[in-house]
Protein backbone atom coordinates (compact mmCIF):
# COMPACT_ATOMS: atom_id res chain seq x y z
CA UNK A 1 0.00 0.00 0.00
CA UNK A 2 1.37 3.55 -1.17
CA UNK A 3 -1.54 5.40 -1.60
CA UNK A 4 -4.76 5.12 0.19
CA UNK A 5 -6.42 1.48 -0.46
CA UNK A 6 -9.78 0.52 0.16
CA UNK A 7 -9.43 -2.18 2.08
CA UNK A 8 -13.50 -2.88 3.61
CA UNK A 9 -16.60 -1.24 1.79
CA UNK A 10 -19.64 -1.98 3.55
CA UNK A 11 -23.07 -0.46 2.42
CA UNK A 12 -26.01 0.06 4.26
CA UNK A 13 -29.75 0.88 2.58
CA UNK A 14 -28.78 4.48 2.68
CA UNK A 15 -24.92 4.86 3.45
CA UNK A 16 -21.64 3.84 2.91
CA UNK A 17 -18.66 2.90 5.27
CA UNK A 18 -15.43 2.38 4.12
CA UNK A 19 -11.82 1.74 5.71
CA UNK A 20 -8.67 3.04 4.10
CA UNK A 21 -5.15 2.21 4.79
CA UNK A 22 -1.73 3.46 3.67
CA UNK A 23 1.75 2.35 4.20
CA UNK A 24 4.00 4.66 4.16
CA UNK A 25 8.09 4.42 5.61
CA UNK A 26 6.72 0.90 7.74
CA UNK A 27 4.19 2.15 9.57
CA UNK A 28 0.25 2.11 8.46
CA UNK A 29 -2.56 4.46 8.81
CA UNK A 30 -6.35 3.93 8.53
CA UNK A 31 -9.18 6.49 7.72
CA UNK A 32 -12.77 5.76 7.94
CA UNK A 33 -15.02 7.29 5.83
CA UNK A 34 -18.92 7.06 6.64
CA UNK A 35 -21.98 8.61 3.78
CA UNK A 36 -25.24 7.86 5.59
CA UNK A 37 -27.89 9.25 3.42
CA UNK A 38 -30.21 8.47 6.31
CA UNK A 39 -27.90 8.60 9.21
CA UNK A 40 -30.35 6.81 11.62
CA UNK A 41 -29.54 3.88 9.49
CA UNK A 42 -26.07 3.60 10.99
CA UNK A 43 -26.78 5.37 14.36
CA UNK A 44 -25.91 9.17 13.73
CA UNK A 45 -28.18 11.78 14.14
CA UNK A 46 -28.02 14.79 12.13
CA UNK A 47 -31.54 16.20 11.47
CA UNK A 48 -32.25 13.97 8.93
CA UNK A 49 -29.42 15.40 7.02
CA UNK A 50 -27.04 13.33 4.50
CA UNK A 51 -23.93 12.81 7.02
CA UNK A 52 -20.68 12.46 5.61
CA UNK A 53 -17.68 11.74 8.47
CA UNK A 54 -13.72 11.20 7.94
CA UNK A 55 -12.06 9.71 11.24
CA UNK A 56 -8.86 11.48 9.73
CA UNK A 57 -5.55 9.24 10.19
CA UNK A 58 -5.89 6.50 12.59
CA UNK A 59 -2.42 5.52 13.71
CA UNK A 60 -2.86 1.57 13.57
CA UNK A 61 -6.04 -1.51 13.19
CA UNK A 62 -6.91 -1.48 16.89
CA UNK A 63 -7.98 2.25 16.48
CA UNK A 64 -9.23 1.84 12.89
CA UNK A 65 -11.35 -1.56 14.54
CA UNK A 66 -12.70 0.79 17.27
CA UNK A 67 -13.68 3.65 15.33
CA UNK A 68 -15.88 0.92 13.31
CA UNK A 69 -16.99 -0.47 16.38
CA UNK A 70 -18.94 2.82 17.11
CA UNK A 71 -21.50 1.40 14.19
CA UNK A 72 -23.27 -2.02 13.60
CA UNK A 73 -21.02 -2.86 10.40
CA UNK A 74 -21.74 -6.54 11.45
CA UNK A 75 -25.02 -6.34 10.68
CA UNK A 76 -24.65 -4.75 7.36
CA UNK A 77 -24.17 -5.61 3.43
CA UNK A 78 -20.70 -6.52 3.35
CA UNK A 79 -19.44 -5.11 -0.40
CA UNK A 80 -15.68 -6.16 -0.64
CA UNK A 81 -12.69 -7.05 2.15
CA UNK A 82 -9.23 -6.52 0.87
CA UNK A 83 -7.39 -10.06 0.93
CA UNK A 84 -4.54 -8.08 3.19
CA UNK A 85 -6.93 -7.73 5.84
CA UNK A 86 -9.29 -10.42 5.06
CA UNK A 87 -8.25 -12.31 8.44
CA UNK A 88 -7.80 -9.37 10.88
CA UNK A 89 -11.51 -8.46 9.38
CA UNK A 90 -12.65 -11.83 10.07
CA UNK A 91 -11.08 -12.09 13.72
CA UNK A 92 -12.91 -8.37 14.58
CA UNK A 93 -16.38 -9.64 13.33
CA UNK A 94 -15.82 -12.49 15.91
CA UNK A 95 -15.00 -10.05 18.82
CA UNK A 96 -17.62 -7.79 17.84
CA UNK A 97 -20.30 -10.72 18.16
CA UNK A 98 -18.46 -11.97 21.14
CA UNK A 99 -18.77 -8.71 23.17
CA UNK A 100 -21.96 -7.69 21.85
CA UNK A 101 -23.53 -11.30 21.57
CA UNK A 102 -25.21 -10.12 18.47
CA UNK A 103 -24.49 -12.09 15.36
CA UNK A 104 -25.67 -10.88 11.97
CA UNK A 105 -28.55 -12.39 10.18
CA UNK A 106 -27.49 -15.84 8.46
CA UNK A 107 -27.66 -14.24 4.97
CA UNK A 108 -25.35 -11.45 6.35
CA UNK A 109 -23.05 -14.01 8.20
CA UNK A 110 -22.88 -15.96 4.73
CA UNK A 111 -21.80 -13.06 2.93
CA UNK A 112 -18.90 -11.88 5.70
CA UNK A 113 -17.42 -15.19 5.74
CA UNK A 114 -16.87 -15.71 2.00
CA UNK A 115 -15.60 -12.05 1.76
CA UNK A 116 -12.82 -12.99 4.29
CA UNK A 117 -12.26 -16.10 2.67
CA UNK A 118 -13.61 -17.82 5.71
CA UNK A 119 -14.92 -21.38 4.28
Do not use: F, K
Amino acid sequence: MNQADLLLAIDSEDGTIALYGVAADATQRYRLMLVAEAPEVLNVSDNGLATRRDSGWLPNWSAAIEMLGRYPWPHLECRMVHPAVAAAVWDALQNYVDLTGQSPLPSLWGRWRRACAQN
